[in-house]
């Protein structure tokens, strides 16, 4: 039992923000605002997901949110701040960055899938999925945008 839960934590933790950190370092404010605004939604969303029965995360604990504790605190935000990094301080092609995030964290979730760390039920499946990413790539593009723009008008004032 010790080795898939280390596993879960090198994976869904350290190395995602092993390379988040160092976009954090040059652009604090992502810590501050994304990767809460992101960890928020996903313990939101993973709760639902699992209460509900469309996916079980696995190694399971006694716990149902300690089930997907280094996806909410580490993998998620991290890659938040990767994705708003490219397209907001690089300023690379949204249109790019959508992509490229989406085929990453699906080919991820497939992964998981084949390894079973994640087992769908009750009709979910990849394609779901899939859809979720998008839309919560959306949701947090727009909030960084409306946060930036907020941000910048109150300064102006």
Known sequence: ???????????????PWSIAILVCRKVPILFLTVAPFMSLLSVTLNQIGMEWGFWTLYPEADLLIFNSIYIDFGYNPSAAILFIY????????????????????????????????????????????????????????????????????????
């Open 86 to 157: 490219m397209i907001y301080v690089k300023k690379l092609k949204r249109y790019a960055v959508y992509l490229g995030f989406i085929l990453f964290l699906n080919g991820a979730e497939i992964l998981a899938q084949h390894f079973e760390k994640v087992v769908y039920s009750n009709d979910w499946n990849i394609f779901y999925t899939f859809l979720a990413y998008v839309i919560g790539l959306i949701v947090l593009d727009l909030y960084y945008f409306l946060l930036t723009r907020s941000i910048s008008k109150r300064n102006l004032s």
């Open 1 to 15: 039992m010790v080795f898939p839960i280390l596993f879960n934590l090198i994976v869904g933790f350290i190395i």
